[in-house]
Antibody, heavy 121, light 106 residues
Framework: QMQLQESGPRLVKPSQTLSLTCSVSGGSLSHGDYYWAWIRQSPEEGLKWIGYIYYMGTTAYHPSLSSRAVISVDRSRNQFSLRLSSVTAADTAVYFC?????????????WGQGTAVTVSS | DIQMTQSPASLSASVGDRVTITCQASDDVTEDVNWYQQKPGKAPKLLIYDASNLFRGVPSRFSGSGSGTHFTFTISNLQPEDFATYYCQQYHLPQSFGQGTKLELK
């Protein structure tokens, strides 16, 4: 059974870069039927889709974050990562990684447990 | 960007009740809408995909319908474990979620 696990710093200073990694176990990230996504959740924004990556490297981002977000994949480690630059307090949220199916049944069908990130000096 | 307007924001119900949540999309998303359940401190779980299809392992008391811009999600015969927050999501890019409906025990 596939499992995803987020890791990374819980506290980031304003203007710095938030970096998170999602480790995939119980299956290969290189499976062609899936995208690998990042979603965040805060009381202010609710659930917000940040973007996703396909194992070959194709990405898509939310337009409001596209200038600051970079999602990358490390197939050798079966991991994918999120970097969000120039963070502010508005980026404080619980960050989830998730698997998104490219074929029916469509949807975010496997999620990490989420990691809470606070932006504060 | 497509906005998903979900209502109500909260709902009180009893075990055995039938409840319905609606989501209105700001543009035509055909049937590209999913529904999720989230419990406190946990990640969302996929319940319904493509507006009306039950995801594997999800009890049949959960159902969805709709197309275009108007979607509904129904739970029949509410069970104690169903009290949670529910979200709709459309998956045209950029993907977006509704604001959520918190289902509470009356």
């Amino acid at each position: 059974q596939m499992q995803l696990q987020e890791s990374g710093p819980r506290l980031v200073k304003p203007s710095q870069t938030l970096s998170l990694t999602c480790s995939v176990s119980g299956g290969s990230l290189s499976h062609g039927d899936y995208y690998w996504a990042w979603i965040r959740q805060s009381p202010e924004e609710g659930l917000k889709w940040i973007g996703y990556i396909y194992y070959m490297g194709t990405t898509a981002y939310h337009p409001s974050l596209s200038s600051r977000a970079v999602i990358s994949v490390d197939r050798s480690r079966n991991q994918f990562s999120l970097r969000l630059s120039s963070v502010t307090a508005a980026d404080t949220a619980v960050y989830f990684c998730a698997r998104e199916s490219r074929a029916s049944p469509y949807g975010l069908d496997v999620w990490g447990q989420g990691t809470a990130v606070t932006v504060s000096s | 960007d497509i906005q998903m307007t979900q209502s109500p924001a909260s709902l009180s119900a009893s075990v055995g009740d039938r409840v319905t949540i609606t989501c209105q999309a700001s543009d035509d998303v055909t049937e590209d809408v999913n529904w999720y359940q989230q419990k406190p401190g946990k990640a969302p779980k996929l319940l319904i995909y493509d507006a009306s299809n039950l995801f594997r392992g999800v009890p049949s008391r959960f159902s969805g319908s709709g197309s275009g811009t108007h979607f509904t999600f129904t739970i029949s015969n509410l069970q104690p474990e169903d009290f949670a927050t529910y979200y709709c999501q459309q998956y045209h890019l950029p993907q977006s979620f509704g604001q959520g409906t918190k289902l509470e025990l009356k």
